[in-house]
């Protein structure tokens, strides 16, 4: 099983659409989760961290289900300035990286 | 809003050359890295540093590899003797604490090398 698997589209979604995409770790011990966003040839940004409760940032929202071991990003009224690739990382302990590892990523395309 | 900031954006080098890349992290963070990422794959881990040492490294970064925090605020990679393969964006990273905490990576605009 990969360490860190995400579905990696594209997602074609129309503006204003919701849209979730999964994110799949390896390691029940983890404990670290972010999303990271990242456009075209640019750097990694992070887009927000993911606690055990779940939260919210404005059209964002992420969760984590540690019995099935994954993490979800749901967008709400998505934009066409969300057309980017998603990134999910988790910590792996013991996976070296200083723990850090990053999916493939998941290419979402807002349609206008 | 603090960053990291990397420069050059854009390096060319022939095969065999070495080449130093440089990158000044935000300056209240103590751990930094280096990833890089091979066009239209995904984001690897190279190395980490924390105390004016390596903390972690990667199988990507062998001999040829190195990295040097020369003063208070610069962090470099250095490539030997660069190879064709090793052509990629290398991003440099810092973040307050190790990232098995709940202390995410920010990350700078990144290197592009470009190895002929």
């Known amino acids: 099983r990969k360490e860190v698997e995400q579905d990696p589209g594209p997602f074609n979604v129309p503006e204003g659409a919701t849209v979730a995409f999964n994110c799949t770790y390896s390691?029940?011990?983890?404990?670290?989760f972010f999303w990271y966003r990242q456009d075209c040839r640019k750097e990694p940004k992070l887009l927000m961290s993911?606690?055990?409760s779940g939260n919210e940032d404005g059209r964002f929202t992420a969760q984590l289900n540690r019995a099935s071991q994954y993490i979800s990003l749901l967008i709400r009224d998505s934009k066409l300035s969300d057309s980017a690739t998603y990134l999910c990382?988790?910590?792996?302990?013991?996976?070296?990286?200083?723990?850090?590892?990053f999916g493939k990523g998941t290419h979402l395309i807002i349609q206008p | 809003e603090p960053e990291v900031t990397q420069t050059p954006s854009h390096q060319v080098t022939q095969m065999g050359q070495e080449v130093i890349l440089r990158c000044v992290p935000i300056?209240?963070?103590?751990?930094f890295y280096w990833y890089r990422q091979i066009l239209g794959q995904k984001v690897e881990f190279l190395v980490s540093?924390?105390?004016?040492?390596?903390?972690?490294k990667s199988e990507i970064f062998d001999d040829q590899f190195s990295v040097e925090r020369p003063d208070g605020s610069n962090f470099t990679l250095k490539i030997r003797s660069t190879k064709l393969e090793d052509s990629a964006m290398y991003f440099c990273?810092?973040?307050?604490?190790?990232?098995?905490?709940?202390?995410?990576?920010?990350f700078g605009n990144g290197t592009r090398l470009t190895v002929t």
């Open positions: 990273a810092s973040s307050e604490a190790l990232g098995q905490g709940f202390s995410p990576l920010h």
């Open positions: 390691n029940s011990a983890s404990q670290s």
């Open positions: 993911v606690y055990s």
């Open positions: 990382v988790v910590n792996l302990p013991g996976g070296g990286a200083d723990g850090l590892t």
């Open positions: 300056s209240n963070h103590l751990y």
């Open positions: 540093f924390y105390n004016n040492e390596i903390s972690e």
